[in-house]
C-alpha cells in the first residue's frame, strides 16, 4: 500500500516577526489553518478567542483561534484573520485538551468537536450580499423582468439577500437569475458576517432625578389632573418602583402593562415630559429559582447513610463510584447530598441526564433544594437560550449546577468539583450522527480527569461495561439493594401470548388478563402505564394479493403509517407519502396494515374502554417544546388514567398512583440483530416495571410474551440483576464482544452502490494485510441505503490489551491512501469508535 503525504504534513515553517494565528473552523479538516493577525488587536486574538476568518470563494467563518505564534507557514498563502469576536476566550484550556482527546479517540476533527460543542449562536455565518458593480456603465435593455425587479432593489437598497430576492419575485429559487446577472458583469457578490446571537434587551422606567424631590413630584400631580390615565400608570409606576418606602427601583415597561390596561400612550407621554426616563437592560431569558423559599432538603435512611459514606470513601481512592440501586431505592438523595458538598466548596457541578425532556420532576425537584443555582441545558433550548446559558456557566453567573443532556459536557466549567452520570446505562448518550460519534458517559470521566472531580455513576440496570469495570476494581461500587421508606418492587408475571391466542382470550393485541387488571386499577383510581418500544400506528402496510410494502423513495426501508396525520413517513430521512388506495404493483384494493405501534394502541383501547382517559408519551406527542411536561402534568395530577409510551415512559418517572405497568410485546426487544439487544431489553423492561408501586402499595407487572422461560424475562421477573449481568458476560466474552473487545465501525457511502462496494472491498483488503481476522466484513448494514447513499460496513475487533492509538493511526493511513485514489474521492468514509 502506498500512502500519500497528508495535507501540511511537509510544511516547513520559519520564523517570522508578524503575528500568525492557528484556528479552529467549523468543518471535517484534519489540520487547523493558520491566519495572520493585527498585532494591534493581539488583546482579541488569544487563546479561545472567536475570530472571523475567510476561507475559498470570498466564505467567511467563526473560528477558534487554538495557538498563537510568530511561525508563518511557507507552502500556502496566509489570508488574514477578518474580525475579532471577543474579549475574553469563551474556550478555556482544559476544553482544548478535551476536545483534542475526543477528536483523537473517535477519528474525528477539531472541527467536528467545535460543530457538536460550541451553540450555533456563538457560530456566526456569512451571508451573499449582492451589490450593483460601480465601475461601469450598465446596459439593462437586455434583462428579463424578474432580473430587472432585482436590480432596482439593488439601486434603492444599496444590496440585497437572497431571502430578500425571494421576497421580491415570490420565488423559492433565485440563486439563477443572480448567476445570470453576474456573468454578465453588472453584480458582485460579497459576504457579510451575521450574529446570532441577540440578547434580549427590556424597557425600564425610572423617576427622573428632578422628580425624585418629592415637593417636585406633588407638582405633577397637580398638573396631570385631567390626564386622568397617565396619572393611574405614574401611581402604579410609583408602587411597583417601591417610591413610598424610599426606594427608586426601576420597573419594567411589561410589569406596568399588566396592571394598567392601555398604559404604552400614558408611559410615552411621561417619558415626553420628563418625568419618567428610559433604559434597556439585558434580561435573561431563563430564570433562577426562587431563593427565598426554605430549601426542600431530603433527610437519608440509614442504609443511604451507609451508602454515601462508602461513596466519599471511593472517592477518596480516586476512583468513579458506580451507585448500583434498585428503581426506587432513592439514588437521588445521594446525589442531592454529594452536590451540596460540591457546592460548599464552591465547586461546580455537571449532573448528566439521557434525556433531559423527560426528567421534569427531577429538574423541578433539584430547583426546589438549590434555589437560585441550577440550570439547564439541553437541544430543545434555542440558540438565544443556549448561548445564555453557556455564558452563565463561563462567567459564573448563578449555574453551579447544571443539569443537562449529552451535550452539557463541552460547557465551560472552570471549577469542576462533580460529575453525576445517571442512568449510566442508557444508549441516549451515544451520538449516533454526526460525528464525533461520542459516548458522553465515557467522555465524562475524561472531563472529571481533566478537572480532578470525583464522578459519581448511576443506574438501577447497570451497563456491562460499568459492572465489569467495578469487578475489575476500576471503578468503586456502592449498592442500595432496598427500595426507599416503605416501598417494596412489584410482583412480575408473564402472561403467553400463544396460550391466550388458543384460548381466544384475545382482544386485538391485549391479553385479557391484562386489561382486567388494568380495569380494576382504574375503577379503585389508580393509573396504569401500558409500554410499546414502536411509535406510529401501523409498521408497514402491505397489498395481501402481491405482497406489495411501499418503500422509501430515499431509503431502503418500508414506510411507517402515521393515522394522526394518515400518512406513510421514513423515520430515517423523514419522506412522506400519501396512503396508497390501490397496491401500486398490482392495483389490488387489499392493503392491511402489518404491526403495531403506540398509537394504534391508544386508539384501540379508547374503543374497548370508552370511559378511560388515555394518553400517550413517544416523539410524535413530545415533539414540541413543552408536550412532555404537559403529558406528564396531566398524568400527575391524575387526569390520566393510562399512559401509553414508547421507552420515554421508563425514564425519569415517579408516581404515586402507578399500580400496573404492561409490557405488550416483551419478544420484540429480543429480536434485534445486535449484540447489546439482550441487555437493552432486559435494561428496559426492568426500568418500566420500577415505574409501578413506588409507595406503600405494591405493585404488578404483566408481561405478554410468547417466551416466558427466556433467561432475559425469567431475570426480569427475578429482579435478579446481578445475575443476568454475569451471564451476559459469559456470552460476550465467549463470543468476543465487550467489554472484553474494543470495536471499531467504519462505513463506506457513496451514491452509486458499485462504487461503495469496490472501495469497501479495497479497504477492508487493506486492513485485513495487518489486522487479519480482526476484520470483519465488508457487508451492507440492516438498511443499505439512507438518503440515496449506499452503506457498507467493516467491523475490527481488537482486545482490550492492545494498542488501540496505533491501531486508528494505520486505520487513519488506510482510509487515506483509500481516499486518494482517483475513483475514490467522492467516497465518504465515517468511523464509530465503541458503536453500538
Same mark, same amino acid.
Given at each position: 500500500m502506498k500512502s500519500n503525504p497528508l495535507p501540511f504534513s511537509d510544511?516547513?515553517?520559519?520564523?517570522?516577526?508578524?503575528?500568525?494565528?492557528?484556528?479552529?473552523?467549523?468543518?471535517?479538516?484534519?489540520?487547523?489553518?493558520?491566519?495572520?493577525?493585527?498585532?494591534?488587536?493581539?488583546?482579541?486574538?488569544?487563546?479561545?478567542?472567536?475570530?472571523?476568518?475567510?476561507?475559498?470563494?470570498?466564505?467567511?467563518y467563526t473560528g477558534i483561534v487554538w495557538k498563537v505564534h510568530h511561525e508563518r507557514p511557507q507552502h500556502y498563502e496566509v489570508k488574514a484573520v477578518s474580525d475579532y469576536l471577543d474579549?475574553?476566550?469563551?474556550?478555556?484550556?482544559?476544553?482544548?485538551?478535551?476536545?483534542?482527546?475526543?477528536?483523537?479517540?473517535?477519528?474525528?476533527? !477539531?472541527?467536528?468537536?467545535?460543530?457538536? @460543542?460550541?451553540? +450555533?449562536?456563538? #457560530?456566526? &455565518?456569512?451571508?451573499?450580499? $449582492?451589490?450593483?458593480?460601480?465601475?461601469?456603465?450598465?446596459?439593462?435593455?437586455s434583462l428579463t423582468d424578474r432580473e430587472y425587479m432585482l436590480v432596482e432593489a439593488m439601486e434603492l437598497q444599496g444590496g440585497i439577500s437572497v431571502e430578500d430576492a425571494e421576497?421580491?419575485?415570490?420565488?423559492?429559487?433565485?440563486?439563477?437569475?443572480?448567476?445570470?446577472?453576474?456573468?454578465?458583469?453588472?453584480?458582485?457578490?460579497?459576504?457579510?458576517?451575521?450574529?446570532?446571537?441577540?440578547?434580549?434587551?427590556?424597557?425600564?422606567?425610572?423617576?427622573?432625578?428632578?422628580?425624585?424631590?418629592?415637593?417636585?413630584?406633588?407638582?405633577?400631580?397637580?398638573?396631570?389632573?385631567?390626564?386622568?390615565?397617565?396619572?393611574?400608570?405614574?401611581?402604579?409606576?410609583?408602587?411597583?418602583?417601591?417610591?413610598?418606602?424610599?426606594?427608586?427601583?426601576?420597573?419594567?415597561?411589561?410589569?406596568?402593562?399588566? !396592571?394598567?390596561?392601555?398604559?404604552?400612550? @400614558?408611559?410615552? +407621554?411621561?417619558? #415626553?415630559? &420628563?418625568?419618567?426616563?428610559? $433604559?434597556?437592560?439585558?434580561?435573561?431569558?431563563?430564570?433562577?429559582?426562587?431563593?427565598?423559599?426554605?430549601?426542600?432538603?431530603?433527610e437519608l435512611t440509614e442504609l443511604q447513610q451507609k451508602a454515601f459514606g462508602e461513596i466519599q470513601s471511593v472517592f477518596k481512592e480516586n476512583k468513579p463510584a458506580l451507585l448500583f440501586g434498585i428503581t426506587g431505592s432513592g439514588k437521588t438523595e445521594l446525589y442531592i447530598h454529594l452536590i451540596l458538598e460540591a457546592l460548599a466548596k464552591n465547586k461546580q457541578v455537571l449532573y448528566l441526564l439521557p434525556e433531559i425532556a423527560l426528567t421534569t420532576q427531577l429538574i423541578e425537584r433539584l430547583k426546589r433544594v438549590f434555589q437560585g443555582k441550577v440550570g439547564v441545558y439541553h437541544s430543545r433550548f434555542n440558540e438565544n437560550e443556549r448561548v445564555e446559558v453557556w455564558n452563565r456557566v463561563l462567567n459564573r453567573d448563578g449555574?453551579?449546577?447544571?443539569?443537562?443532556?449529552?451535550?452539557?459536557?463541552?460547557?465551560?466549567?472552570?471549577?469542576?468539583?462533580?460529575?453525576?452520570?445517571? &442512568?449510566?446505562?442508557?444508549?441516549?448518550?451515544?451520538?449516533?450522527?454526526?460525528?464525533?460519534?461520542?459516548?458522553?458517559?465515557d467522555f465524562a470521566l475524561v472531563l472529571a480527569k481533566l478537572h480532578k472531580a470525583p464522578v459519581i455513576l448511576g443506574s438501577a440496570t447497570p451497563s456491562l461495561e460499568s459492572y465489569h469495570n467495578a469487578m475489575n476494581k476500576k471503578y468503586g461500587m456502592v449498592q442500595l439493594p432496598e427500595r426507599f421508606g416503605d416501598s417494596v418492587l412489584p410482583?412480575?408475571?408473564?402472561?403467553?401470548?400463544?396460550?391466550?391466542?388458543?384460548?381466544?382470550e384475545m382482544r386485538s393485541h391485549f391479553t385479557a388478563a391484562l386489561l382486567t387488571q388494568v380495569d380494576e386499577a382504574v375503577k379503585h383510581g389508580e393509573q396504569a402505564i401500558l409500554f410499546r418500544n414502536r411509535r406510529g400506528f401501523s409498521r408497514m402496510l402491505e397489498c395481501k394479493d402481491c405482497g406489495h410494502v411501499p418503500q422509501c423513495k430515499n431509503c431502503d426501508i418500508s414506510l411507517i403509517y402515521h393515522k394522526a396525520i394518515h400518512q406513510l413517513r421514513c423515520r430515517y430521512c423523514g419522506y412522506m407519502a400519501q396512503v396508497p388506495t390501490?397496491?401500486?404493483?398490482?392495483?389490488?384494493?387489499?392493503?392491511?396494515?402489518?404491526?403495531?405501534?403506540?398509537?394504534?394502541?391508544?386508539?384501540?383501547?379508547?374503543?374497548?374502554?370508552?370511559?378511560?382517559?388515555?394518553?400517550r408519551l413517544d416523539i410524535d406527542t413530545a415533539n414540541r417544546k413543552n408536550a412532555y411536561a404537559q403529558i406528564l402534568g396531566d398524568f400527575a395530577h391524575r387526569q390520566t388514567d393510562v399512559l401509553v409510551g414508547t421507552q420515554m415512559v421508563s425514564k425519569g418517572l415517579d408516581f404515586d398512583h402507578v399500580s400496573v405497568v404492561g409490557v405488550i410485546h416483551a419478544d420484540e426487544m429480543l429480536s434485534i440483530p445486535d449484540f447489546r439487544a439482550n441487555e437493552k431489553a432486559f435494561q428496559l423492561m426492568t426500568q418500566v416495571a420500577g415505574r409501578a408501586g413506588r409507595r406503600s402499595k405494591k405493585g404488578k407487572v404483566l408481561l405478554q410474551t410468547y417466551k416466558p422461560d427466556h433467561y432475559v424475562i425469567q431475570r426480569v421477573i427475578q429482579h435478579d440483576v446481578k445475575g443476568f449481568l454475569n451471564e451476559e458476560a459469559h456470552l460476550r466474552h465467549q463470543f468476543h464482544y465487550p467489554p472484553f473487545t474494543r470495536l471499531i465501525r467504519i462505513t463506506v457511502r457513496h451514491g452509486d452502490r458499485d462504487y461503495a462496494e469496490r472501495a469497501a472491498r479495497m479497504l477492508a483488503n487493506e486492513l485485513k494485510a495487518v489486522f487479519a481476522e480482526r476484520v470483519l466484513g465488508p457487508e451492507p448494514p440492516g438498511v443499505p441505503r439512507i438518503r440515496n447513499k449506499y452503506l457498507f460496513d467493516i467491523l475490527l475487533k481488537f482486545d482490550v490489551k492492545e494498542n488501540l492509538p496505533k491501531a486508528k493511526l494505520f486505520i487513519t493511513k488506510c482510509t487515506d491512501w483509500l481516499q486518494s485514489h482517483p475513483l475514490h474521492r467522492s467516497v465518504e468514509i465515517l468511523f464509530d469508535v465503541d458503536p453500538y
Open positions: 510544511v516547513c515553517t520559519t520564523m517570522h516577526s508578524g503575528l500568525y494565528v492557528d484556528v479552529v473552523l467549523p468543518l471535517a479538516l484534519r489540520h487547523v489553518l493558520t491566519y495572520e493577525a493585527d498585532p494591534a488587536r493581539a488583546e482579541h486574538c488569544r487563546t479561545g478567542m472567536r475570530v472571523v476568518v475567510p476561507l475559498k470563494a470570498g466564505k467567511l474579549t475574553e476566550p469563551v474556550i478555556l484550556p482544559h476544553m482544548q485538551t478535551f476536545w483534542e482527546q475526543m477528536a483523537a479517540y473517535y477519528l474525528s476533527t !477539531l472541527g467536528d468537536v467545535m460543530t457538536a @460543542a460550541l451553540p +450555533a449562536g456563538l #457560530k456566526l &455565518e456569512s451571508k451573499a450580499r $449582492f451589490t450593483l458593480r460601480k465601475e461601469i456603465e450598465p446596459d439593462y435593455s421576497k421580491i419575485l415570490g420565488l423559492k429559487q433565485v440563486r439563477k437569475y443572480f448567476k445570470m446577472l453576474i456573468d454578465r458583469g453588472l453584480v458582485v457578490s460579497e459576504h457579510e458576517v451575521e450574529e446570532k446571537y441577540k440578547p434580549r434587551m427590556v424597557k425600564f422606567y425610572r423617576l427622573t432625578p428632578f422628580y425624585r424631590i418629592e415637593e417636585n413630584l406633588q407638582k405633577v400631580f397637580d398638573q396631570l389632573k385631567r390626564a386622568a390615565k397617565q396619572t393611574e400608570t405614574l401611581t402604579t409606576f410609583l408602587i411597583l418602583s417601591e417610591h413610598f418606602s424610599g426606594e427608586n427601583k426601576p420597573v419594567p415597561r411589561h410589569k406596568i402593562g399588566e !396592571l394598567v390596561e392601555g398604559s404604552a400612550p @400614558a408611559i410615552k +407621554a411621561l417619558v #415626553k415630559k &420628563e418625568i419618567l426616563e428610559e $433604559f434597556e437592560e439585558e434580561e435573561y431569558r431563563i430564570q433562577l429559582g426562587d431563593a427565598t423559599q426554605a430549601p426542600d432538603m431530603p449555574f453551579d449546577v447544571v443539569l443537562g443532556a449529552r451535550s452539557a459536557l463541552f460547557l465551560p466549567f472552570s471549577d469542576l468539583g462533580l460529575v453525576i452520570v445517571d &442512568e449510566e446505562h442508557e444508549s441516549s448518550y451515544k451520538q449516533y450522527d454526526p460525528a464525533p460519534r461520542y459516548h458522553a458517559r410482583d412480575i408475571e408473564t402472561i403467553h401470548l400463544g396460550d391466550a391466542r388458543k384460548a381466544k390501490e397496491c401500486a404493483a398490482c392495483g389490488s384494493k387489499t392493503i392491511e396494515m402489518q404491526g403495531f405501534g403506540t398509537e394504534k394502541i391508544e386508539e384501540e383501547l379508547s374503543l374497548l374502554y370508552p370511559n378511560w382517559r388515555i394518553s
